[in-house]
Structures are given as structure tokens and as C-alpha cells.
């Protein structure tokens, strides 16, 4: 079993920057294809970023030149780097991983852009 913990949302001006962070209770050697997602109000949940086969990564459009996955796997965490952040990036960002077949998700963590 796995638990994701994001933290690092808040309320920030619009061309301002976040970074998300996903906690893992376990090595992130071990979790495949961690991501993120959000869910804005009113809308469907949508793939943001997340890491690939080969360490490559992949980015919505949306999201492309302005924010950035990572991971440090000492310390078992993987980040959402948030830059240039427009009204329409508010959503709670969720992040994902799957171990074991199953898809683990976080509780989320609440990203407000203010104009």
C-alpha cells in the first residue's frame, strides 16, 4: 500500500509561482508512473504532468514551458514546480502513483490564482 501526501498550495497572484510537493510512504524506486492532476470547479479531473518510461517526462499543453515535475528519491518526494500561474491553473492538484497494479491518489492540496 502506498500514501501520498501533497502540500505547497495556497493562494498566489496571477505570473506568480508554487511548488507542490507529494510525499511518499514509500521509495518512489517503487512507485510507477507518479503524476499529477488537478480537478478545477465545476470541471473533469486532468492529467498536469508526470514522469514516463526512461525518466522522460510529459506535460498537458496547458501546462508546457511554465511548470516542472521532479523527484528527489532520498528523500522519497516528488514536486510540481508551478510558474507564470494564470486564473485558470486554480484547482486542487492531486498526486498519483501506481504500485502494485493500483493507482494511489493524495487527498489533494488547493491551488487559488487571484487576478
Known amino acids: 500500500q502506498v500514501q501520498l501526501v501533497e502540500s505547497g498550495g495556497g493562494l498566489v497572484q496571477a505570473g506568480g509561482s508554487l511548488r507542490l510537493s507529494c510525499a511518499a510512504s514509500?521509495?518512489?524506486?517503487?512507485?510507477?508512473?507518479m503524476a499529477w492532476h488537478r480537478q478545477a470547479p465545476g470541471k473533469q479531473r486532468e492529467f498536469v504532468a508526470g514522469?514516463?518510461?526512461?525518466?522522460?517526462?510529459n506535460y498537458a499543453d496547458s501546462v508546457k514551458g511554465r511548470f516542472t515535475i521532479s523527484r528527489d528519491n532520498a528523500k522519497n518526494t516528488v514536486y510540481l514546480q508551478m510558474n507564470s500561474l494564470k486564473r485558470e491553473d486554480t484547482a486542487d492538484y492531486y498526486c498519483?502513483?501506481?504500485?502494485?497494479?493500483?493507482?494511489?491518489w493524495g487527498q489533494g492540496t488547493q491551488v487559488t490564482v487571484s487576478s
Open positions: 498519483t502513483g501506481r504500485f502494485n497494479t493500483y493507482t494511489y
Open positions: 514522469f514516463i518510461s526512461g525518466g522522460r517526462t
Open positions: 514509500r521509495s518512489i524506486f517503487s512507485i510507477n508512473s
